[in-house]
């Protein structure tokens, strides 16, 4: 088989093209590129079906388990993609490490350092309870996350681009020094025992139900499992986005244990980049499960915040 190569703008990007057996997979194709280039490895290259001059459809992106075949359109001796660099890569298990050590790292350093010494503040520093009940919690929650990271998810992407983690740990790291500055603060004012007990109570049992909803979630992606499934159990059964909403609430039950307005600032961008994430999953499970020609019906559920939304 016949591979052209073309780049984006119409440019031939190998030269001469690549000759391919005819069982090879999109994967192979990848990997040819790469050895011809020196540059370009897998995960860094977008392959697509080149789209009619004008058309404003989408490309059509090649799988990299399918066979070429599929994508030939009947003429199984030739075939030409689109090729585009998509940048340096990151596994997805790096990106999520660096941004949770900042926040684990960077929120005990305002608790148990004299920061604040160094910032200025002369007078004596008296540690509250709920001081240290939310570094404790703070760093729980952020160790869980690395934890998961290696040992819980499975990405339905290999790699990420590089700039993500500049991106990532600059929302992370930043929102970490911005909560701990106000929680830790020598003038930080409680909360009672009973609206700090309630609040770490109500994001403790969070944090346990996210973790399951976590499990759950890996176990549908089990091994060898392709493309999407709809998501069941636990509170899957009446949320689209469980994860996303005990993630949502964990945090509510920090916030009302503490009481900063940093940690609600936090709180309101999380939620609202979480809801972005989860209508979007939710309308494309209801377009994927359509109840149409065989498929299931995606069933009603909320999407991410009972009872709101």
Not at 81 to 97: A, H, N
């Amino acid at each position: 088989m016949k591979v052209t190569v073309t780049s984006r703008g119409g440019k031939e990007f190998i030269k001469g093209g690549l000759e391919l057996n005819d069982s090879a997979t999109v994967a192979d194709l990848q990997e040819a590129i790469y050895k011809r280039t020196k540059k370009y490895y897998p995960s860094r290259q977008r392959l697509t079906l080149p789209l009619q001059p004008g058309s404003k459809e989408r490309p059509t992106v090649l799988q990299y388990k399918k066979n070429l075949k599929e994508y030939t359109d009947g003429n199984t001796d030739r075939l030409t993609v689109v090729f585009k660099d998509l940048g340096p890569q990151v596994s997805y298990r790096t990106l999520f490490f660096f941004e949770y050590l900042g926040p684990l790292i960077i929120y005990p350093i305002f608790y148990y350092l004299p920061v604040y010494q160094y910032l200025g503040y002369k007078g004596e520093r008296v540690i509250h309870p709920v001081q240290t009940y939310a570094m404790y919690y703070w760093c729980f929650h952020y160790f869980k996350r690395i934890m998961e990271t290696f040992f819980v998810h499975r990405f339905s992407h290999a790699t990420s681009p590089l700039s993500n983690v500049f991106r990532n740990c600059a929302y992370y790291w930043s929102f970490g020094a911005y909560i701990a500055y106000y929680v830790n603060h020598p003038l930080y004012t409680p909360v009672n025992d009973l609206q700090m007990k309630i609040g770490f109570g109500l994001g403790l049992v969070c944090q346990i139900a996210n973790l399951y909803c976590h499990l759950l979630l890996r176990n549908l992606r089990g091994s060898g499992n392709g493309g999407y499934q709809i998501p069941r159990g636990f509170l899957f059964n009446i949320v689209t986005c469980a994860n996303y909403t005990t993630e949502i609430y964990q945090w509510l039950g920090f916030n009302i244990a503490t009481q900063t307005i940093a940690g609600y600032i936090f709180l309101v961008v999380a939620a609202l980049i979480m809801t972005n994430w989860a209508l979007a999953k939710h309308r494309r499970l209801k377009r994927l499960f359509d109840g149409k020609e065989g498929r299931p019906k995606y069933p009603r559920r909320w999407v991410i915040l009972p009872p709101f939304l």
